[in-house]
Nanobody, 124 residues
């Protein structure tokens, strides 16, 4: 069973940075497509960024392009999301998930397993 645990959320001022980490338990994350998603109260879930395990392709939701960077740390067995120049509209619960795939046209799709999530709040 795929088990994922997120860390790194918190409160930050607009323009600040946070680094989220998704840790896998008992299995190598490098064998899976992994995605970061977010969902704010009353809003639809968004696939923020995903990374393919087959070719390393990375996808970013348009509003976060140039500000967020997804990466794998094979030694630590994590997939991290570096978030820079955060904006109030980035406020949400962020969670990572093992997914079926990621393509330029479809983005991140097909959640298999997900973590519990971590709160990110951007406010002055």
């Amino acid at each position: 069973q795929v088990q994922l645990v997120e860390s790194g959320g918190g409160l930050v001022q607009p323009g600040g940075s946070l680094r989220l980490s998704c840790a896998g338990s008992g299995f190598p994350l490098s064998d899976y497509h992994i995605g970061w998603f977010r969902q704010a109260p009353g809003k639809a879930r968004e696939g923020v960024s995903c990374i393919s395990y087959t070719n390393g392709y990375t996808y970013y939701l348009r509003p976060v392009e140039g500000r967020f960077t997804i990466s794998r740390d094979t030694a630590k067995n994590t997939v991290d999301l570096q978030m820079n120049n955060l904006k109030p509209e980035d406020t949400s619960v962020y969670y990572c998930a093992a997914i079926a795939g990621v393509t330029p046209a479809s983005g991140c799709y097909g959640i298999h397993s997900r973590g519990q999530g971590t709160q990110v709040t951007v406010s002055s």
